[in-house]
């Protein structure tokens, strides 16, 4: 069993690749897990703030952010989203709710509702 303690429930093996994206669902929660390329691991809601893509589908790491390819939004490990234009000018955008997980025992955890 392991894991960090009651209540945690596992989500997907620490086999996730940095650069890896995967989706899970717990409960009723629809999450991407997804792993940056310095070895963070990180769940958050599954859909992009902006028009709503599937982030599991059409995410892409890049570095330390996840990227929707739909338009080019990019969210950070804590959920804030941004945008990049091709001079590097980043502006603020809607942001993505984070879930805490943990990774412990070949997993990575998160706490329903918590
Ligand atoms: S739907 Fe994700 S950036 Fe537009």
Redesign the pocket.
């Known amino acids: 069993m392991g894991g960090p303690g009651e209540g945690w429930v596992r989500i997907c093996d620490s086999s996730l690749p940095a650069g890896g994206i995967i989706g899970a669902t717990v409960g009723d929660e629809d999450l991407v897990v997804w792993r940056s390329m310095a070895g963070i691991p990180c769940v958050a809601e599954a859909r992009?703030p902006?028009?709503?893509?599937h982030l599991a589908g059409?995410g892409a790491v890049d570095g330390e952010e996840l990227v929707?390819l739909?338009?080019?939004?990019r969210f950070t490990a804590d959920g804030q989203g941004w945008k990049e234009n091709v001079n590097g000018r980043r502006d603020r955008k809607g942001d993505l709710v984070v879930t805490p997980c943990v990774e412990q025992d070949g997993g990575i955890w998160v706490q329903p509702g918590g």
């Open positions: 992009c902006h028009q709503w893509s059409e929707c739909t338009h080019l939004w």
